[in-house]
């Protein structure tokens, strides 16, 4: 079970990533982690750890998502 959260509600679903991710527009949604997925223009802010990780804050949500190594090559040119 995912959890699933937009600006105004959250919700469980059952999908596998694996399946939900052919169906979102990769311009739209990125993968950021093996179990995270982020609406790109809900990204509010990408910094560095103090271990050399990046984390992603999104707007509305107050704990940010660390950005696996797989997939920062995302954020290099922001």
Do not use: C
């Not at 600006?7 to 059952?14: E, F, L, P, Q």
């Not at 399946?19 to 223009?41: G, Q």
């Not at 107050?62 to 190594?69: A, F, G, K, Q």
């Amino acid at each position: 079970m995912y959890d699933v959260a937009t600006a105004t509600d959250s919700a469980y679903i059952r999908t596998p990533l694996k399946d939900l991710i052919p169906k979102l527009d990769p311009e739209v949604f990125w993968r950021v982690h093996r179990n995270a997925i982020v609406r790109v223009s809900a990204i509010r802010q990408v910094k560095p750890d103090g271990d050399g990780r990046l984390l992603v804050w999104l707007h509305g949500i107050t704990e940010p998502l660390r950005v696996s190594d797989a997939f920062r090559h995302r954020f290099r040119a922001t």
